[in-house]
Each structure stands twice: as C-alpha cells, then as structure tokens.
C-alpha cells in the first residue's frame, strides 16, 4: 500500500511564496517519475510540472520562472516552491508518483489560494 502525503498550501497574497511537499511511503517502494498537478475552480485537472528519476524536469508554460519542482530521493518526497504567485494559481494540487513498475499513485490534495 502506497501513501501519499502532501503538505504546505494555504492562503497567500499575490506575488507571495509557497513550497508544497509530498511524502511518499510504502512497502518496496520504488519510484520514477514525480509530478505536481492542479485543479482550478471549474477547470480540468492539468499538469504543473514533473522531475523523472534522473532529475530532469518539465513545466507548463504558465508556470515557467515561478514554481520549481524538486526531490529528496533518499526521503521519497517531492517539492513544489512556488514564486510570484497569482489569482490564477489558486487551486487544489495534487501530487502524482508513478513506481519503477508503471502504477501510479495519487495524493489527497492540498488547497492553495491566493487572494489578497
């Protein structure tokens, strides 16, 4: 059984920071790919950005220069620091990992929320 536990969002001002993170735990886990994904009010689920084991990464054009996707692999988490935040960026995100075997894993969401 593979748990995700995610952590660090909340409400913030526009231009303010945020770093969201994401436990992963489980017996024999081992990981590939990590992701951090979003929900909007009203809109589809789509994906922020993606760090392969190798530490490559990958952002949508919405977030380039502002968020960082990160991980600790010795700890199993991954980390999303997010920069000059915006109205737009308000949203619930979830954290995605997917094992060496192809299955992949969801987190529970965290909300982020940038209002003034």
């Known amino acids: 059984q593979v748990q995700l536990v995610e952590s660090g969002g909340g409400l913030v001002q526009p231009g303010g920071s945020l770093r969201l993170s994401c436990a992963a735990s489980?017996?024999?886990?081992?990981?590939?790919?990590m992701a951090w994904h979003r929900q909007g009010p009203g809109k589809q689920r789509e994906l922020v950005a993606v760090i392969t084991n190798g530490g490559r990464t990958v952002y949508a054009d919405s977030v380039k220069g502002r968020f960082t996707i990160s991980r600790d692999n010795a700890k199993n988490t991954v980390y999303l620091q997010m920069n000059s935040l915006k109205p737009e960026d308000t949203a619930v995100y979830y954290c995605?990992?997917?094992?060496?075997?192809?299955?992949?894993?969801w987190g529970q969401g965290t909300q982020v929320t940038v209002s003034s």
């Open positions: 995605n990992v997917a094992d060496v075997g192809g299955s992949a894993y």
């Open positions: 489980g017996s024999g886990l081992s990981i590939n790919g």
